[in-house]
């Protein structure tokens, strides 16, 4: 079935040190995933998106790579700070909807 | 400009009973989708509402239902409520023809069944 699903449950980051956070799909025809940010007691924040037309895609801080050949998507965090702790979700969007992964908590030590 | 709100934040229901949960879309948004968030996963899609009818449905039993209204805000109702029904529900808006573009998420409603 489809599905969409992180590789770890947890991880413990270093303050200032990078995050790579790591997403595996199944669908080979989705198009487009969302990578989102959850708070204790928040909605998903959105971070950043991409097709599956690119490779790469940046914005402040953060990097989403998609290698479409072993369905696998990531999410790189530069300079990991304490209001980076969250549990962090990758979403597939077909058909109007977002399926989500059971998503990784990460933990920002000082 | 007001995200999306949902209400109420917290709720407590007993097993058999019926709940209501309201969201307001984003200013500009006309779609809105309601998921199911059980503790420690992630959230799972129940259904989407555009044009006051609903566009698409997850796999969940037909004692969820939902409406749209014509200002766009919408209903999650939940009927013969079990405990497995305990979770935090979150409502996403969107603009239909954008859908793949721009979902916002509300802070949910927290439904605990006893």
């Known amino acids: 079935g489809e599905s969409v699903g992180l590789h770890l449950p947890t991880l413990s980051v270093q303050e200032g040190d990078n995050s790579i956070i790591n997403c595996a799909y199944s669908n080979s025809a989705s198009d487009y995933f969302i990578w989102y940010k959850q708070e204790s007691g928040k909605g998903p924040q959105f971070i950043i998106d991409i097709r599956s037309n690119m490779d790469k895609r940046q914005g402040q801080r953060v990097t989403v790579l998609l290698n479409k050949t072993v369905k696998h998507l990531s999410l790189q965090i530069a300079a990991t700070q304490p209001g980076d702790s969250a549990v962090y979700f990758c979403a597939e969007n077909n058909d109007y909807k977002l399926s989500f992964g059971a998503g990784t908590t990460v933990t920002v030590r000082a | 400009d007001a995200g999306v709100t949902q209400s109420p934040t917290h709720l407590i229901k007993t097993r058999g009973q019926q709940v209501t949960l309201r969201c307001s879309p984003k200013?500009?948004?006309?779609?809105v989708s309601w998921y199911q968030q059980a503790l420690g996963q992630g959230p799972q899609f129940i259904f989407q509402?555009?044009?006051?009818?609903?566009?698409q449905r997850g796999n969940f039993p037909d004692r969820f239902s939902g409406h749209q209204f014509p200002n766009y805000s919408s209903e999650l109702n939940v009927n013969a409520l079990l405990l497995g029904d305990s979770a935090l529900y979150l409502c996403?808006?969107?603009?239909?023809?954008?859908?793949?573009?721009?979902?916002?998420f509300g802070s949910g409603t927290r439904l605990t069944v006893v």
């Open positions: 200013s500009g948004h006309d779609t």
């Open positions: 996403a808006s969107s603009l239909f023809e954008g859908a793949q573009y721009g979902y916002t």
């Open positions: 509402y555009y044009e006051e009818e609903e566009r």
